[in-house]
């Protein structure tokens, strides 16, 4: 009996353990937007006309990456803002 309740209590704090907080989601989802966004910026916005004429469909790639990374990041904050209340 006392070995079922360590194998259940064990896999319950493992089971815990790999969830994250929506904070920490958060933190994580920012993180990845701003090193997208970064490059996205470097690639598509700062460059030179000639370099952008040719990375068109590149910079479409790219936006279809972190648009919908920002949406995540707008519903997470959300999530959080409601629970506060």
Do not use: H, W
Not at 6 to 17: D, H, Q, R, S
Not at 51 to 70: A, H, M, Y
């Amino acid at each position: 009996m006392r070995k079922a309740a360590a194998i259940i209590v064990a896999f319950a704090v493992l089971t815990l353990a790999g969830c994250k907080s929506k904070q920490d989601q958060l933190v994580e989802l920012n993180t990845q937007f701003d090193a997208l966004n970064s490059q996205y910026q470097k690639d598509c916005i700062l460059a030179p006309v000639e370099v952008l004429l040719r990375t068109q469909e590149q910079c479409k790639t790219q936006r279809k990456k972190i648009d919908p990374l920002g949406q995540k990041i707008f519903d997470l904050q959300a999530e959080l803002t409601a629970s506060k209340r």
